[in-house]
């Protein structure tokens, strides 16, 4: 910066701080912007202006701040913006400081923020939420103002804090009229709001308080999406609210649109799955299973989740295939083995109770046992175990049946062929 730009720079300060009066005086601000800047050690200036700022002399920080800015406003600005604006706040919410000259510092602080984001362009993500909020609840700036703050800063930070992203739903929510689009845009917030923190309910409650009930919301995100057919993430939004309200019928309908534009994209056959399973489309969810194991070869919980629904099919033999592919995956992982003995024990239960049966328990019992042995936190099966005592063949049946402990028994009949196990008696 040369000496006619410093000058000048000063000029603007000097001005744009007594515009009033009262204000100035209060602050004791004495800037002598005729004395040449490379007259002034600005060094010197800044030492003296966090020194008082460390000490909370606000009124005798303020002028020293105002000079090293003048002189050279790039110099300092990792620290001397962040330091000018607390003095700001700590003034305009102190309750000795009268309203008039409130004003004052509600005017210039603007200024501040202005050349600090000049100035400082690492400061963004910090000063403009904070401008948007003087603008909202100092100035009270008209709403278009304010909200074209807030985009400004939630486009400048990617991850900002939620609490700024929400204070700009509320400005579109209390804003809404007939002759404009706010409600839509405080939807589409909160829709945003609510997938990023599905278990926080403050999202969901202010959804609600737009419409009418769920299903206008569905209605509304599909609308959004009809008028931007191609566009994935008013896809997604549309899909998120359908599946809030249990609506996968509808879901359905996003996710088949998300998977054929982004086919390897994880959570949409993931989601597409679990929305078969939901409306039990068994046979689709075996297909979206089938794609998410051929995209994710060695993720476990495919072929568990797989061996689930063959089991709701009824398709024994299949499910444990998945079963054991999962178990094989992960030899720690207790819950396919368990999977497997309800397999057993759901076979028994479709057929007459008699000693094959009591066989085909006991050989339930014995693989809980061993989902236990390779994982004893797995309570389910502990349970079954105990539900099971009276299903298990007694030394009666041996005896009467000329078996001894420790014979090995085949599992036979054609109810039981699918399993084709042993078992040794005790």
């Not at 909370?56 to 020293?64: E, R």
């Not at 305009?92 to 005017?107: F, G, L, N, R, Y």
């Not at 609506?247 to 086919?263: C, H, M, Q, R, S």
Request: contains cysteine; aromatic residues 14%.
């Amino acid at each position: 910066m040369d000496k006619i730009t410093k000058y000048v720079f000063g000029i603007i300060i000097l001005l744009f701080v007594f515009t009033n009066n009262n204000f100035a005086s209060k602050l004791h601000i004495e800037c002598n912007y005729n004395t040449p800047a490379d007259s002034v050690n600005i060094l010197e200036q800044y030492s003296l202006f966090s020194e008082y700022y460390k000490n909370k002399d606000f009124d005798s920080a303020l002028p020293y701040g105002w000079i090293v800015l003048s002189i050279d406003p790039q110099k300092f600005s990792k620290w001397i913006y962040y330091k000018m604006e607390d003095i700001f706040w700590q003034l305009h919410d102190s309750s000795t400081v009268a309203p008039e000259e409130k004003k004052a510092i509600e005017d210039t602080i603007m200024f501040v923020y202005d050349i600090a984001l000049k100035y400082d362009k690492s400061s963004a993500s910090f000063f403009l939420p904070r401008r948007a909020f003087v603008a909202e609840t100092w100035l009270k700036l008209p709403p278009e103002k304010v909200i074209e703050y807030y985009l400004e800063a939630i486009k400048a930070d990617p991850q900002i804090s939620l609490y700024w992203v929400n204070r700009l739903g509320l400005i579109y929510k209390n804003n809404a009229t007939d002759e404009n689009d706010y409600k839509a845009k405080a939807i589409d917030i909160y829709t945003q709001l609510s997938e990023k923190e599905p278990d926080n309910p403050t999202w969901n409650a202010q959804l609600e308080s737009m419409v009418e009930n769920i299903d206008q919301l569905i209605q509304l995100a599909k609308k959004t999406w009809d008028f931007d057919k191609n566009n994935l993430g008013k896809a997604w939004k549309y899909v998120s609210i359908a599946q809030r309200a249990s609506e996968y019928n509808k879901a359905i309908i996003g996710l088949v649109f998300l998977t054929k534009k982004a086919p390897k994209t994880i959570n949409y056959w993931t989601q597409l799955a679990t929305a078969y399973q939901k409306i039990g489309d068994l046979k689709k969810a075996v297909k979206a299973y089938e794609t998410l194991i051929r995209l994710e070869p060695g993720k476990k919980e495919n072929h568990l989740n797989l061996g689930i629904i063959y089991k709701d099919r009824k398709i024994f033999s299949k499910a444990r295939v998945e079963y054991r592919k999962a178990y094989n995956l992960d030899n720690s992982w207790g819950l396919p083995i368990y999977y497997e003995g309800l397999l057993y024990e759901l076979s028994a239960r479709k057929h007459k109770f008699d000693f094959q049966a009591k066989l085909v328990y006991l050989l339930a019992v014995q693989t809980y046992r061993k989902a236990l042995r390779i994982e004893p936190t797995l309570d389910q099966a502990r349970n079954r175990i105990k539900a099971l005592r009276s299903s298990l063949p007694t030394k009666e049946d041996y005896f009467f049946r000329g078996y001894k402990k420790g014979t090995t028994l085949k599992i036979s009949g054609k109810n039981f062929r699918w399993i084709g196990r042993s078992i040794i008696t005790q």
